[in-house]
């Protein structure tokens, strides 16, 4: 089994619409040494229609969880699935820039010399207002 350079984990909690958003700005990266994990937590139904119909358009690993975990929870669960060298959580609120695994890479990549924990600033975007907030 080959190790990704990036583990993609998108946590999702009841937002179908969202999720589908953070998933399609992965798939539209440069970068494509990544393995995504979408983790439906709580079962919603229209999140599990929506990897259903992914699984027909890209590899990915789609993990189910009927009873309601807790945020930290649900992410530990979802880290320990991961195969990558590096894990980057995007929650299913978020979206990533076109290029960002590319740049992510490149700056805290092999040069860093070690794992790490890295954060980066965020851009806020009100799609009601077209507002974005650096």
Do not use: C
């Not at 040494?33 to 690993?61: C, P, Q, T, W």
């Not at 290029?99 to 799609?127: M, N, Q, Y």
Request: glycine share 6%.
């Amino acid at each position: 089994m080959d190790t990704p350079f990036f583990s993609i984990l998108i946590p999702t909690m009841g937002r179908p619409r969202l999720v589908q958003d953070a998933v399609a700005s992965v798939i539209h990266q440069d970068w494509k040494d990544y393995e995504i994990i979408l983790s439906n937590n709580g079962a919603n139904e229209e999140v599990r229609v929506f990897a259903d119909s992914l699984k027909k358009k890209i590899d990915f690993r789609y993990i189910e969880i009927e009873s309601v975990l807790d945020m930290d929870e649900h992410w530990e669960m979802l880290s320990e699935t991961a195969r990558g060298k590096y894990q980057i959580v995007l929650t299913d609120r978020s979206v990533l820039k076109r290029g960002a695994l590319a740049r992510i890479a490149g700056i805290h990549g092999e040069a860093t010399g070690g794992d790490k924990i890295v954060s980066w600033p965020w851009d806020l975007f009100d799609e009601k207002t077209g507002w974005l907030q650096r």
